[in-house]
């Protein structure tokens, strides 16, 4: 391997990330099975008949945990939220912010952005009160 060689991408998901944005899209199948990208085929059924669907303007926190001890890149941010929250046949996992962490409910609405973490230019799936 030379060491001219691009370091490797995450083609697909990067792109999904940043429409995140404009409301964000899931990838659904003739059978309504929903995916995220990056796909090719639907991880139920495995049809390649895929087609880009908005994804709802909110969704519900299905289940949440609350960090205080965080991954180096995370050290300031203690506590926050992360939560796995259900956009119609989708499931996103991010970080809920706008809101204390102890207010955080299994059952809130909230809508999904893409935030720059830590001006690295990373993008983050983030979560907010609808």
């Avoid at 659904?28 to 090719?40: E, I, V, Y």
């Amino acid at each position: 391997m030379s060491g001219d060689a691009a370091p490797p991408t995450d083609t697909g998901y990067d792109e999904w990330v940043a429409s995140l944005g404009d409301g964000g899209y899931y990838l659904a199948c003739p059978d309504g099975h929903g995916s995220l990208p990056p796909r090719r085929v639907c991880p139920e059924c495995g049809s390649d008949d895929l087609t880009e669907r908005d994804l709802p303007e909110t969704g519900a926190v299905e289940t949440f945990t609350e960090q205080h001890v965080a991954a180096p890149a995370f050290a300031d941010d203690v506590p926050y939220v992360t939560a796995v929250v259900e956009f119609g046949p989708v499931r996103l996992t991010g970080v809920v912010r706008g809101v204390d962490a102890a207010d955080v409910e299994i059952g809130q609405r909230v809508t999904v952005d893409a935030a720059d973490h830590d001006g690295s230019g990373r993008a983050l799936v983030v979560f907010r009160p609808a």
